[in-house]
């Protein structure tokens, strides 16, 4: 959210990151929020683990919300 990524280590990750078309291409955050529950869901991590999924409760909401909407 702080933008602290350089351009040079956003391209080395970006070939990993959600290619959903409503998110803004400035919003990175989203695009890495998104692309990790893309990937969470693909290795079939329990829904309910996202509660504690980082020590931030805000993170994991949002990470939980985000979740509802990808359909695999």
């Known amino acids: 959210s702080?933008?602290?990524?350089?351009?040079?280590?956003?391209?080395?990750?970006?070939?990993?990151?959600?290619?959903?078309?409503?998110?803004?291409k400035w919003d990175k955050c989203k695009i890495l929020s998104f692309g990790l529950v893309e990937y969470l869901k693909k290795i079939d991590i329990n829904f309910e683990e996202l509660n504690n999924f980082t020590p931030y409760k805000k993170i994991n909401l949002l990470l939980i919300c985000i979740w509802g909407k990808i359909k695999l």
């Open 2 to 24: 702080k933008d602290k990524l350089s351009n040079r280590d956003w391209d080395r990750i970006l070939g990993f990151t959600s290619d959903i078309f409503q998110i803004e």
